[in-house]
């Protein structure tokens, strides 16, 4: 058996002490610092506390009966809104477009069911049997038990119907915008951004990591100014540039201003300086274009222009959840890396079902697109007549903005001014709701408005009632007197 040498020999140690005596002083002296610091580390406990206090048994009592725990977080005001309209504001029975708060019936324009999908007995009828073969849940992330052939079924037909290769199901709205953000965009990227982009969008931003350009809302003007900046600078370090990718974030309809964004121009400078154009269409999609693609139909415009389309189910669909679609490479990213669909329960089959219930009959029935176009249409002009407020956004919008038109220099004020409005018009029945925003975290808090809902099926005479009590509770409110003549109701 051979025997194994563990002492090297005499000419291996002689080149060993020839290399250290050959070695420069600079790189004896370094290594001496290192062994010292090793050494130090080994030794040295991890921490070195002060003299031990030995308390005697009436100390400790005294201690602990003085001790009072920090607040996990901030009081919050009794007569904070939020929590009196959770109190006051209680809905019994389905959102329909007339909605029981209290008891009391009233028009409903709140809530966002801007087609009715979310009382229609078909889709009802799908979704408990649904539920009697499912159950009411998935209890599961997609890739681990969580796909059902339901959730796979909605995908296909999404993607069908937006006219992609493929789409990506998650189980909540909010986070579906919120996750494909980061799984794209990381730190040492670009992202310019719409200052006026809704609160899922920021917090997808800041999960990035990633270097915000803000510009103004809808400007083009001053994106471009943006883009030439970072054009500048890609050119004074061509070796960061190679390595920095560029995205461009906007939302088909902003939900806190309800106008269009100018995409023929966004799709223009995305060619002409290299972006990767994101789409948010929570608000879009089922509402615009002539079969409710969205954005990309309203202005005619191929889906491919945008590398990824985001949106949520919870609004035209009636159901829950969000998706995103694109091309097939882009979405399967997602399958990896998007955080709210790899750690959270698929979306319950019940609700993946009224989803594909609802994108059926909205392709079977495209005339509720139009009857929505047109009560929106018909509720912005009607809107514009009343004294004393103004309303936002583009006409075909489902949602408005309802401002007054002299604002006090105290945010709250005039926040207070609009809830009595409110208070007034539910008296009156009519539900309407002030548009709410985390002011703290907002990039830009917009002005407090009033924000109305518009739905597909309510009638000409259903609006005229509607606007005719929001224009009492206005006049009660701001003292004014609306004369119906002069409003031409």
Known sequence: M????????????????????QAPVYHLIFEACLIVLII??????????GPEIILTKKEEEELLSDWVPDPLEQNVPADHPVLQSMEKNIVSGKPGKYVDINGKTCVNLATLNFLGMACKPDIEDAAIK????????????????????????????????????????????????????????????????????????????????????????????????????????DRRIPKKAKVTRRFLVVEGLYINYADICPLPQLVALKWKY??????????????????????????????????????????????????????????????????GYCFSASLPPMLATVATEALRTMEQDPSMLTKLSHNCQQ?????????????????????????????????????QTLEKIVDKAHDFGLAITVARY????????????????????????????????????????????????????
């Open 130 to 233: 649904t539920m009697r073969k499912y159950g009411v849940g998935s209890c599961g992330p997609r890739g681990f038990y969580g796909t059902m052939d339901v959730h796979l079924d909605l995908e296909e037909k999404l993607a069908k119907f937006m006219d992609c290769e493929e789409s990506i199901l998650y189980s909540y709205g909010f986070a579906t915008i919120a996750s494909a953000i980061p799984a794209y965009s990381k730190r040492g990227d670009v992202i310019f951004v719409d200052e006026g982009v809704c609160f899922a969008i920021q917090k997808g931003l800041v999960a990035s990591r990633s270097a915000i350009k803000w510009f103004k809302h809808n400007d083009m003007e001053d994106l471009e100014r943006l883009l030439k900046i970072q054009q500048e600078e």
């Open 379 to 415: 509720v912005h002009e009607k809107l514009s007549r009343i004294p004393g407020i103004q309303v936002n956004g583009d006409p075909v919008a489902p949602i408005k903005h309802v401002r007054l038109e002299e604002l006090n220099d105290d945010r709250s004020i005039n926040v």
């Open 438 to 489: 985390l002011e703290s975290e907002e990039h830009i808090t917009p002005i407090p408005s009033i924000r109305l809902s518009v739905n597909s099926n309510l009638t000409d005479e259903e609006i005229d009632k509607s606007i005719e009590l929001l224009g009492k509770a206005c006049a009660s409110v701001l003292n004014r007197s609306v004369v119906h003549e002069m409003m031409g109701l």
């Open 274 to 339: 290299k972006l990767r154009l994101f789409m948010e269409e929570s608000l879009s999609f089922g509402v615009l274009g002539a079969n409710g693609k969205g954005v990309t139909e309203h202005f005619g415009i191929s889906r491919d222009e945008v590398d990824l389309i985001a949106a949520t189910l919870e609004n035209a669909m009636g159901t829950c959840g969000g998706f995103c679609c694109g091309k097939k490479y882009v979405i399967d990213h997602q399958r990896l890396s998007g955080l």
């Open 2 to 21: 051979a025997s194994v040498q563990l002492i090297p020999p005499v000419s291996d140690l002689y080149e060993m002490i020839e290399a250290f005596l």
């Open 40 to 49: 130090k580390l080994v030794f040295s406990k991890s921490y070195a506390g």
